[in-house]
Every structure is written in C-alpha cells, then in structure tokens.
C-alpha cells in the first residue's frame, strides 16, 4: 500500500482547464486560483484537539481502472484527531479556504476507539472540497475519510465518462474504503467498527445513500428523463466535456460498462454503515421507494429552499418521505453552494455564483446560530442511550462555513430495533472552477 500526497498539482489542474472552451485570459486566472498551496498566514483555530491528515493511496483489487489495466484507485484523504502539540497549517485548496491541519501528524493516543465517517464528494469535486466538514468532525474525536470517486474527481489528470454515468460504482468504493480503513496499520486499532456514518454532498449524497439501502433504477431513470429532459438528473454537469452522443456510444460499445449497467439495480447497501447524512441530494427519481421504504438506518437529509441544482422538491422532500427514519431540514433561502466552505479571494473573483450567497443569508451569523444551538440539539439525543446500537443527530441550521459544522454528525445509541438489523448534478456557469467542489 502506497501512501502519497493527494493534493492536486498545478499541472493537473491546467490540464483539467484545458478540456474547458474558453478564452485563454479566464483559463490562466482560474489556473492561478486553482492553484493549491499550504500556507501559514493567520492563527489557528483555537480548539483542545489539533486535526491531523494524512493521503493514501488504497486500491480496489477487485475493479480495473478506467484508464488502464491497474487496479481501481481509491485516493484518500483521512483526517483525524493529532497528538497534542502537532502544529497545524492554514491549507489553501484553489478557491476555498480549506481549514486547518498538521499533516502527516501522529494520531492522538485514545482509550477508547473512534467513530468512523466516509464522506463522499459531489460529482467533479474532490476529496479537498470536503475538508469544512472533515476537519470539524476530526477536532471532536472523529477519523473521517473522504475517497476521490475514480473518473469524476477532480483530483485525477482527466475526468472519464464512466465515471459520471456509473454512479452506483461509489457506494462500493465506501464499502471497499471502509474494508481498507479498518485493516489499515495506521488507523485500524483506532476505529470502532460498530460507529461507522457516511455522509455526502449532492451526488455524494446519492452516494451516502445508496450505502444504507437506495437502490438505482436505470429504466426508472430513463422513463423520468423521457418526460423532463432538462432536469438536471437528466443531463451531464458543464464539467464534464462529453456529449450525451458520447454516453449513448459507451452504453451500446463498452462491454466493460454493458456490465456495470448490468448490476445497477443491486443494492449496495453496507450493514457496517450505522447512519446515513445527505446534503443536497441529487438522483432522486431514480432511487426505488421500495428501496427507500426498506432503509433502516437514521438519516438525516438538509437542503437549501432555494436550491437550483438539487431542486428540493424533486430530490430531498420525495427521498425523505419515502424513508422511515429520514429527517429533513429545508433551509430558508439557502442555495446549492451555501453547504461550501467560505471562499478565499481568489474564490470570489473568479467562482462568484460559487461563493456568494443570497442576500439575505450571512454564512457567518449561520455559524453563530448553529454554535447557540449545538447543546439544545445534542441534549436530548445524548439521553437516548440505550445500548450497543448508534443514532445520528445532526446540528440543524449548519450550512457551509466550517466551525458550523462541530456538531453536525454527533453519534449516539439508538434502540435495538432500529440499529441491529443488517452531478452533484450542477449547471454553474463558473465551470472553471468546479473541479474542487
């Protein structure tokens, strides 16, 4: 097992721009502010726990690559709680301020094993881009581990089809992330295999779950499309640079992804997989209600009211109606992109309908209410010990900036009864900038 750096290489990214059609002035702004550096530039967060990250290099022995005869990659990062005294770093992540960290830090000796969280990115996006919420939940005695999803992460030289028509392929890399993370030498011993969450933004919330139980119905897929052809379920994202002609040829050509289609009604769910958190889920019309109706886990799903990319009413009001232990949270005036971390300055020159929210919402004061309300919300759920089993609570009014996020998946036990049983569809124009979302 080869342990590298995942960060994306400024070469990588002016690669990923090329494939863009647009004018030479724009591509070279947006490869400077894609850029990604770790630098120290202000205090660090004041907080009892320093987070530690670390990069590897796992490998799906059991899928192929789309670009090759290797093994299938599944590059992680992994952040958690680092020994005291591990001295953190501002890191920088293209248009986002990504948080805090002391990589390659030495993990904070514990008593007692750690809850797990697999954090899954949204379509395009990347491990980085999920580092508000990674780093939050490490600085409260999380590990977490968020995969980039091979041929739809920015984090690889190239983007491949397959990987953003054969979405059901990421529910096996969490199961098969999660197989390496608990035989892992590093972080095996210090994971308590009965606290395992998984949590996703947009198609990774699709992705999330999918692991407790969803299940794809592609001729359902086909049928809704049929009907609405301008849904966003329904259409390839702007970063991705192949045409619907080009979908249509690898499903009727491919003999590789002929049978990958051929095991999309399966299920995928994982019974390691405890509690489920969907932000902004997409792909709702093709999940079964049956499927849903069969889901056994908590979940927990919150969207914005104004969500133009995840239309609420098509994807988390329909998916939360259909599964017993679902909760919503339908936020007042919050759009797609209010769920990200607060942009740098590079960010907002060039990435503004990425990093601007509407008026009538200040990211910052969210942060404040959600920090009042942390004890509220967690109380009555940390009463409900019962057991061996685990429950989620999430912080409600938690969106996009990171310390918002300290109490957003919170475990604690549930009844026997309910425990024991076993892209990002977007159409942002800012495509340049995409890649770390």
């Not at 890191?91 to 514990?110: K, P």
């Not at 960010?347 to 509407?358: E, F, I, M, T, Y």
């Not at 009844?415 to 892209?423: D, I, K, L, V, Y």
Request: proline share 5%; hydrophobic share 45%; aromatic share 6%.
């Amino acid at each position: 097992m080869l342990r590298a750096s995942l960060t994306v290489t400024v070469r990588a990214q002016i690669i990923l721009l090329d494939r863009f059609n647009t004018m030479l002035r724009t591509r070279a702004i947006v490869a400077a502010a894609l850029s990604v550096f770790t630098v120290a530039c202000a205090e660090p967060p004041k907080r009892v726990n320093p987070v530690g990250l670390s990069f590897v290099a796992y490998e799906d022995t059991a899928r192929r690559s789309w670009t090759g005869p290797q093994d299938r990659p599944l590059a992680t990062a992994v952040w958690y709680p680092a020994a005291p005294g591990s001295r953190e770093s501002e890191w920088r992540v293209g248009i986002f301020n990504a948080g805090w960290n002391a990589q390659h830090a030495a993990l904070s000796a514990a008593t007692s094993k750690r809850a797990l969280i697999v954090l899954s990115h949204g379509t395009g996006g990347g491990a980085a881009g999920m580092a508000w919420l990674a780093e939050t939940l490490a600085s409260n005695g999380y590990i977490v581990a968020a995969v980039n999803h091979h041929g739809n992460t920015a984090a690889e030289p190239s983007y491949q089809l397959q990987g953003f028509i054969l979405v059901w392929e990421r529910a096996r890399d969490i199961s098969v992330l999660i197989d390496k993370l608990l035989a892992d030498p590093q972080f095996g011993a210090h994971i308590d295999p009965s606290r395992i969450g998984v949590a996703g933004f947009s198609l990774g919330g699709y992705t999330a779950l999918a692991t407790v139980g969803a299940r794809f119905a592609h001729q359902q897929w086909k049928s809704f499309c049929a009907g609405q052809p301008a849904e966003p379920s329904c259409n390839l994202p702007p970063e991705a640079s192949f045409s619907m002609a080009d979908v249509q040829r690898l499903l009727d050509h491919d003999d590789r992804v002929k049978e990958a289609v051929s095991h999309s009604h399966e299920s995928f769910r994982d019974a390691r997989v405890r509690a489920a958190f969907a932000i902004a889920p997409v792909l709702g019309p093709v999940m079964t209600k049956a499927s849903l109706a069969e889901v056994e886990v908590p979940v927990r799903i919150i969207v914005g009211s104004k969500d133009d990319q995840a239309f609420p009413d098509v994807n988390a009001r329909p998916i939360a109606s259909a599964i017993p232990n679902a909760e919503i949270e339908i936020i007042p005036n919050v759009t797609h992109y209010t769920f990200l971390a607060r942009c740098n300055l590079w960010g907002k020159v060039v990435a503004r309908s990425l990093c601007a929210d509407p008026d009538e919402i200040d990211r910052e004061e969210v942060h404040r209410r959600g920090q009042r309300r942390r004890s509220q919300i967690l109380q009555p759920h940390t009463a409900k010990i019962t057991g061996g089993n685990i429950a989620v609570a999430i912080l409600q009014e938690v969106i996009g900036e990171i310390r918002a996020w300290v109490a957003s998946l919170a475990f604690t036990n549930m009844t026997s009864s309910q425990g024991s049983t076993s892209g990002s569809r977007t159409h942002s124009r800012d495509t340049e900038a995409r890649g770390l979302l």
